[in-house]
């Protein structure tokens, strides 16, 4: 069965600093990758998504992601953290060749930007 | 550009009481899903609707019913509410049900159950 794991339900960074979010997952076969981000009273919104080709996988805001195989591990990171960036953050997974119905959300890792 | 408009935003009822949450999305996709969010769980799917005139189980289903009404619109009920059901309910929708397909979120419904 597949899962996915966040490590740190909240990070916190100084403005400027690197972002570093990371999601672990476990399945059979390399899955589909999503990470997702929720602003205060606001649903999910998709930041970037690992399919299939280019490991490093660029998103909205200047995030980016990069899938590992070997670690089974797809972590986001930002080079420079901006007070506009603090939300909860999902990572998600999904089995190949199956239904969205099937996507398994993580925990989420809350982010709060310091000045 | 509304996306997915989600109604009410907030509900306050009592137990026993029943109640419908509204969905509509105006983005013409095919397949709709209800989630609840509860506080370091993540979102659980309810039910949802691969297409017009389609309703299945999620992961959590008890308690609660679906309609699909027409393409646009996902509607979820809570015949007799429980304080168990206090939680953020998510309505979503994607163009197909593919699992490489991202979803679109509404803003939620924060409800609770006394």
């Known amino acids: 069965a597949q899962s996915v794991t966040q490590l740190g339900s909240h990070v916190s960074v100084s403005e400027g600093a690197l972002v570093l979010l990371r999601c672990n997952y476990s399945s059979s076969v390399p899955p589909y990758l999503f990470w997702y981000v929720q602003y205060p009273n606001q649903g999910l919104q998709l930041l970037l998504k690992?399919?299939?080709?280019?490991?490093l996988v660029k998103g909205i805001n200047g995030f980016e992601a990069e899938f590992k195989k070997s670690e089974t591990s797809f972590h986001l990171t930002k080079p420079s953290a901006h007070m506009s960036d603090a939300a909860e953050y999902f990572c998600a997974v999904s089995e190949r060749y199956s239904s969205a119905s099937k996507i398994i959300f993580g925990s989420g890792t809350r982010l709060s930007i310091r000045p | 550009n509304a996306g997915v408009t989600q109604t009410p935003k907030f509900q306050v009822l009592k137990t026993g009481q029943s109640m419908t949450l509204q969905c509509a999305q105006d983005?013409?996709?095919?397949?709709m899903y209800w989630y609840r969010q509860d506080p370091g769980m993540g979102l659980r799917l309810i039910y949802y609707?691969?297409?017009?005139?389609?309703?299945d189980k999620g992961e959590v289903p008890n308690g609660y019913n679906v309609s699909r009404l027409n393409k646009r619109e996902f509607s979820l009920r809570l015949e007799s509410a429980a304080p168990s059901q206090t939680s953020v309910y998510f309505c979503?929708?994607?163009?197909?049900?593919?699992?490489?397909?991202?979803?679109?979120f509404g803003d939620g419904t924060r409800l609770s159950i006394l």
């Open positions: 983005m013409n996709h095919n397949s």
């Open positions: 979503a929708s994607s163009e197909g049900v593919y699992s490489n397909q991202p979803q679109h």
């Open positions: 609707s691969a297409s017009e005139g389609t309703t």
């Open positions: 690992y399919t299939t080709g280019a490991t």
